[in-house]
T-cell receptor, first 114, second 112 residues
Framework: DTGVSQNPRHKITKRGQNVTFRCDPI?????LYWYRQTLGQGPEFLTY????????KSRLLSDRFSAERPKGSFSTLEIQRTEQGDSAMYLC????????????FGQGTRLTVV | SQKIEQNSEALNIQEGKTATLTCNYT??????LQWYRQDPGRGPVFLLL?????KEKRKERLKVTFDTTLKQSLFHITASQPADSATYLC???????????FGPGTRLSVLP
């Protein structure tokens, strides 16, 4: 296993279009996280899964955003009716369950809404 | 509300000096705290974890302290090198499932 993989690396879309990103975590990791990061800011938590259950969602996650992890393995993050303010780096991370465990991040998907 | 702050957006130091970065948190008491490094265009990479019952943790040229009374963690890089230039993020656990929440980061530049 080579780590957390995210696809695509870059996405340019027109305002109003829907986009979907994919994250493949480290295979034995139960937890999977999505973050959004804009220039000069730290990653902002969006949501996380433990196995296939979505356990927490940030208030940042409007109803245009939806995330799934159908079989407890890979996850998708969909943004509907994209807005220019959605332009950001979307980061996925995975970890084992339990305290004192580190998160492993993917390279991110950079979204540009024009 | 719970808050994480890092001392400055950017820190410039001369090669060979010790860099000290600060992470302050308010309105909660994390059981541990992590530090990550992030290079431009890449995801964060884990560096160190320190637990509340540990005053200090070291790894090569890195040292982290955790003062639960002051609600502060300090991150030190000794004998700094230009390759240490990056953004450093502190991340105490927060939330229902103890998910990872990140501070705003401090961008360190080590000048040759």
């Amino acid at each position: 296993d080579t780590g957390v993989s995210q696809n695509p690396r870059h996405k340019i879309t027109k305002r109003g279009q829907n986009v979907t990103f994919r994250c493949d975590p480290i295979s034995e990791h139960n937890r999977l996280y999505w973050y959004r990061q804009t220039l000069g800011q730290g990653p902002e938590f969006l949501t996380y899964f433990q196995n296939e259950a979505q356990l927490e969602k940030s208030r940042l996650l409007s109803d245009r955003f939806s995330a799934e992890r159908p079989k407890g393995s890979f996850s998708t993050l969909e943004i509907q009716r994209t807005e220019q303010g959605d332009s950001a780096m979307y980061l996925c991370a995975s970890s084992l369950v339990g305290e004192n465990t580190e998160a492993f991040f993917g390279q991110g998907t950079r979204l540009t809404v024009v | 509300s719970q808050k994480i702050e890092q001392n400055s957006e950017a820190l410039n130091i001369q090669e060979g000096k010790t860099a000290t970065l600060t992470c302050n948190y308010t309105n909660y008491s994390p059981a541990y705290l992590q530090w990550y490094r992030q290079d431009p265009g890449r995801g964060p990479v884990f560096l160190l974890l320190i637990r509340e019952n540990e005053k200090e943790k070291r790894k090569e040229r890195l040292k982290v302290t955790f003062d639960t009374t002051l609600k502060q963690s300090l991150f030190h890089i000794t004998a700094s090198q230009p390759a240490d230039s990056a953004t450093y993020l502190c991340a105490p656990p927060l939330g229902y499932g103890q998910n990872f929440v990140f501070g705003p980061g401090t961008r360190l530049s080590v000048l040759p």
